[in-house]
């Protein structure tokens, strides 16, 4: 096989970004946009040692889940991968990548149940990051990335965002070039405005537009006062930050920060409990389905009154809160400092008198709990998309807690740390989320019971 073939592929399965996968001459074919069952007639675009690229011309036998995608710019955009699939066969598409990323871990568990799928699979992202560009033929553009690139894809309306959000950014755009701001060149380094970033909370409507500018002297700039006060008459806007970010990396936020209307934070509900949420905290860009989680690891649990449980990598204390009333204590420990601010208010807000957050690495900070002879009977996990590090794993084990909790947004650390962990402990039911339905994301949650001894 060699570029620029033209091939007949039989799709027979589907990959970790949702793209089709074939054999052909003992390689492993990829076809992004093909789907599982599918016969294609593909040009290959990229030969390797191990794998192919192949491009589809031509579809020949269709699936019966293709359908049309409700994006015009769905090809070219890097936000979503799935739309092309029906929403039900997205969901046994990600059911099988868990599958069988636990398979090759060798990892033993009680069951897998099919993903837990939404309602209504659109508008349901509560945050959106949009770069601000400028091309080096001085053409200002916002919109999302292009797939595997840097390349501005302007678009009507994304429908996987929340409309108000997606209709704010593109005023706030205007509104910022109206003003005589450019966007930013990631070429060259100049230009004024990097991102923009708007989060709203799903059952508030509460309002936060972060403005991530690439120079500090634009904190004290005039135009800024004039943005915030034709953005407040816009009632649902509770808080306008600007972000100072010059380094020339991919990181969307930086350090410094100048809040310049209302207390930099907004609130949203997960089930009772209502949550502050800053700039740089995380919270689950999908409320609705993030309850579901949330439920599906209560449930799991099945905690007592008396025990002591350990929230590691809390960000707002979302979990720990939202399960503080059916256990004694809860300890949570967030490296994000804003984020364990919020945590800390979020307690007073719910009236919640039973847990502690703390600032800090878990790899630094959990050795504490032991210093202070602190014993979790269940520790629960919600690692980013890295994992858990060896050193907490180890402490972990080491504390022998009767159940961890697992929730996770990437299978391949969830499997990897899971199979570490079995050497002590039985892992139960594996539920999978769809917390990010179109694109090739998929949230688990488990529970590990401790082995006897
Ligand atoms: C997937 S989020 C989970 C947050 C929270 N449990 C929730 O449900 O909203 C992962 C969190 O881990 C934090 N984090 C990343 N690395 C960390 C580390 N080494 N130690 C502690 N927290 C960390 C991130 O800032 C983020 O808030």
Redesign the pocket.
Known sequence: MKKNDEIELEIIDNGINLEGIARAENKVVFVPGAIEGEKVLAKIIKVNSSYCIGKIENIIERSPDRVEPFCSVYKRCGGCSGQHIRYKKQLDIKRELVKNTLAKQKVEYKALDSVIGMGIPLTYRNKAQYPVRKTIEGENKIGFYAKRSHEVIENEECLIQNEEIDKLSKEIFKLLLLKGFSGYNEQNGIGDIRHILIRRGYHTSETMVVIVVNNKELFEDVRMEEIVNILKDNDSIKTIVLNLNSSRTNEILGKEEKIIYGNGYITDFVGKYKYYISSK????VNTVQ?EVL?NELKKKLKLKKDDILF??????????IFLSDSVKKVYG????KQ?VKMANMNLKINNVTNAEYIA??????IVEFEKRSIHPDVI?V?????GL?LE?IEYIIKFRPKKIGY?S?NPATFARDLKLLSQYYLVGTITPVDLFPNSEHVECVTVLTLKND
Request: charged letters at 25%; proline letters at 5%.
């Open positions: 905290s995380f919270f689950q993030a949330y929230d590691l990598y809390s960000g707002v204390g979302s979990i720990g420990i967030e490296i994000e984020a800090g690495s878990v790899e630094d900070k629960v919600d690692p980013p998309r890295k590090d907490s929730v947004c």
